[in-house]
Structure formats: C-alpha cells, structure tokens
C-alpha cells in the first residue's frame, strides 16, 4: 500500500525520484480520507514551488483539499489525463494517479521525506 521505492511527506504526499526531477502525488491514505475525487487543478508548468507550498487542489465528494509539495523546484510536467479521469488518484494514486513532476532545486530535501515504515507509522498502520 505504500512502494518503498519512493518518499512521503507528512501532509500525504508521495515523491519518487526520477534523475534529477521528481514524480509527486498522493498516498493511498490521502485518496481514501478524500472520498471519490471529482476534480484536480493541476499547477502551471514553470510554476516554482517550495517544499511546502500549495501545489495542486484535489476535490472529491467529501471536501476539498490542496497538495502540498514535498520538495523545492520547478514543475516540468503535469499529468493531464486527470483532467477527464480525476478518479485515477482513487483508482491508482501511486502511478497513473501521479499529479506533477518537479525539477528539484534542493535535491536534499528529498532525504527530510518519510521511508514507507516511517510514514506507515506515522498515520498510525
């Protein structure tokens, strides 16, 4: 239920490390508080965020709820098909469901994240 091939953050966002980008979206804990997910706006690519910022909205039938990004740098790409298949975050958070992908500007921020084990601690599993 969590890949220990990436990190996580404790506002329920995944990172995997892809060269020097990383690969952002939501854990399967966080879709599953949010309910059926009916919109994603997605951020702009260009966008520079730091780790903690506002990345992306996620709306389902429960609530709304913003993306926080785990790590510093700039968004290279997002994952359009959640436009039309905003259910891909309920149905696979951790690969078609991905959000964005980021440019790291601080890649040792990466290491501040939570292992699988950790994070599985941490929301109490």
Do not use: C
Request: no cysteine.
């Amino acid at each position: 239920m969590y890949p220990e091939d990436r990190k996580y953050s404790k506002e329920h966002e995944w990172a995997k490390l892809d060269g020097n980008n990383a690969i952002i979206g939501i854990t399967y804990h966080a879709q599953n508080e949010l309910g059926d997910v009916v919109y994603v706006d997605l951020p702009s690519i260009g966008k520079e965020v730091k780790q903690g910022d506002i990345l992306a909205t996620v709306e389902s039938v429960k609530t709304a709820s913003e993306v926080y990004s785990p790590l510093s740098g700039k968004v290279v790409k997002v994952n359009e098909e959640l436009k039309t298949k905003p259910e891909l975050l309920n149905e696979d958070p951790y690969e078609k469901g991905w959000i964005a992908v980021i440019e790291l500007s601080n890649p040792s921020e990466y290491e501040t994240l939570l292992s699988a084990e950790e994070y599985k601690s941490f929301i109490g599993e």
